[in-house]
């Protein structure tokens, strides 16, 4: 009975976001009929009220077993096994109800746990805290009319780095032009250190960036597939490498123990060696895609990669040449179109809901009405 108890207890005490099978549920029978069984393997995503009121979201890897007995024409659970209640702290949700910043940059400060995330329609960087409080940090009258996009923390050195562009949403100069550039800030009091010479082009758009051990920058221009590299000790923003057999380089990562980038193009995952530029498409099994992926990250022995509405880990091989199996790390319907995400401290940190299609009218390049958008979901999970 307290088994029982238990089992119940939990399905009425909270809301399921998620109920996603991990493995086919499996149904047995007694020869003679009388006893049956159920094992079910779920993943769950859930929220619930706490002590306080506070609405808390979890996940778990939820599982149990039950044991039925048929009592004439009807069949009573006569004991039931699980797993324990889950693990909230695995899955936390920050939701900025500032519906119009249209998200697209992450970035995560690992030693004081701050989520970093730029605004394109309202061009500042927000942070949030692990106490869920909301800050806006660096305001638009820095930027002016440009917006920032990709963003990273170099930890190490306590700057902000994030590239900065001219979007077709907030372009007040009535022309069609390309800005973009480089900006880095002082975290210690969130001052601009500096602001790099504009890319110079008609079309040009620095999108996503990472920093390598050396503290130099490197990001993906998507137009005209191109590489930047900002070098730390002569302070130039250059062309490194001109990806002429790679269309739309988006999300760079940089991966220390190789001293390599890895950067998601439309035609897959790309790996560079950064002292001697030697690229090369990572091989994929025949049922995986890597094709068009956004926002990029790298932890253990996979990548994490946003594909429309849905988060995957690419599993890679010890060399780093191939890409051998994927799985969904995370998906839903709360999710709008891919962008961005973080690793930081086990966790991953990422936007759910950008808006950046839906909430955007493309005919007119502008925004749709406020009550047409939905409140911002930035999402952090632990790392497995």
């Known amino acids: 009975m307290k088994l029982l108890n238990r089992y119940n207890g939990y399905f009425s005490s909270v809301d399921f976001i998620k109920w996603d099978d991990v493995s086919k549920p499996i149904i047995n029978f007694s020869k003679d009929g009388t ?3 159920t094992i079910v393997d779920k993943i769950v995503q859930i929220s619930y009220k706490n002590e306080t009121g506070k609405t808390v979201y979890g996940e778990t890897h939820f599982a149990w077993t039950a044991i039925y007995r048929k009592y004439g024409e009807t069949w009573k659970i ?12 695995s899955t936390k949700e920050f939701v900025i109800t500032e519906k119009d910043i249209i998200p697209e940059g992450t970035a995560y400060n690992t030693k004081t746990n701050t989520i970093y995330i730029g605004s394109i329609y309202k061009q500042k960087i927000i942070a949030i805290k692990q106490d869920g409080s909301i800050e806006d940090i660096i305001k638009q009258s820095t930027f002016k009319d440009l917006s920032p996009i990709g963003m990273e923390v170099d930890n190490s050195r306590n700057i902000l780095w994030t590239n900065v562009a001219l979007a077709p949403i907030v372009n007040k100069t009535a022309k069609n032009e390309g800005k973009t550039t480089i900006m880095s800030f002082d975290l210690s009091n969130n001052k601009l250190i500096k602001k790099y010479n504009f890319i110079e082009g008609e079309h040009v758009f620095l999108n996503d960036l990472t920093i390598d051990k050396n503290g130099d920058v490197f990001a993906t221009e998507s137009v005209n597939s191109k590489i930047y590299k900002l070098d730390i000790l002569t302070d130039k923003l250059e062309i490194f490498i001109d990806f002429e057999n790679f269309s739309f380089p988006n999300g760079v990562v940089y991966y220390q123990p190789t001293h390599s980038l890895f950067i998601a193009t439309n035609e897959g995952i790309v790996k560079v060696d950064i002292a001697t530029k030697r690229i090369a498409l990572l091989e994929t099994e025949s049922d ?5 992926i956004d926002g990029l990250a790298i932890y253990k022995d996979y990548f994490i990669g946003h594909q429309s509405s849905k988060i995957s880990k690419f599993y890679f091989d010890k060399h780093m040449k191939k890409i051998i199996r994927s799985e969904v790390f995370d998906s839903g319907d709360e999710f709008d179109s891919s962008t961005t995400g973080e690793v930081g401290n086990g966790s991953y940190h990422y936007i759910v809901n950008s808006q950046i299609k839906s909430g955007i009218n493309k005919e007119e390049n502008k925004l749709k009405s406020i009550d047409s958008l939905e409140n911002v979901i930035i999402r952090s999970k632990k790392l497995q």
């Open 288 to 292: 995986i895609n890597t094709k068009v």
């Open 35 to 37: 006893l049956a069984y």
């Open 78 to 89: 006569e004991c039931v096994t699980s797993t324990d209640r889950p693990n909230i702290s």
